[in-house]
């Protein structure tokens, strides 16, 4: 791993990951409650890093998203770029695991409201594991 890399709560986010994030692709956030997995879609720009292990996306909808959250805090994140070089050829992405709540009020709800004025509610993800997968 590089150094510059950002310590995140026992594991560093490597160099490529936060390369990522600098470009805009789409990320996909799974859930899954008491039937089904369900997917739903924001963007690499719109995810924001703290310094306590958890990514912060800002949430509008994500009705059926935080139903199945309720029922089960489990969530798989993929994101990617296909501006950043991967393993073998250009394109790579990830794949994010850790559990999930939303926010309606609070410090980093605030923050994030300040940066995106449509969001109702913030959608938490504590970082358990990620890997990349291209």
Request: one cysteine or more; hydrophobic letters at 45%; proline letters at 1%.
């Amino acid at each position: 791993m590089s150094l510059i890399e950002i310590f995140i709560g026992g594991f560093m986010f490597n160099e490529k990951f936060l390369e990522v994030l600098k470009h805009e692709g789409v990320v996909s956030i799974v859930s899954c409650g008491v039937n089904e997995a369900h997917v739903s879609n924001t963007w690499n720009s719109y995810l924001t890093i703290t310094d306590n292990n958890k990514i912060l996306i800002p949430a509008a909808a994500m009705i059926l998203t935080e139903k199945n959250i309720i029922e089960n805090p489990k969530v798989k994140l993929t994101l990617g770029s296909h501006e950043v070089m991967g393993y073998r050829y250009m394109g790579t992405g990830f794949l994010v695991e850790g559990t999930a709540k939303f926010l309606k009020e609070g410090a980093d709800f605030d923050m994030m409201k300040e940066k995106f004025s449509f969001l109702t509610r913030v959608l938490e993800i504590t970082v358990t594991s990620y890997k990349q997968t291209l």
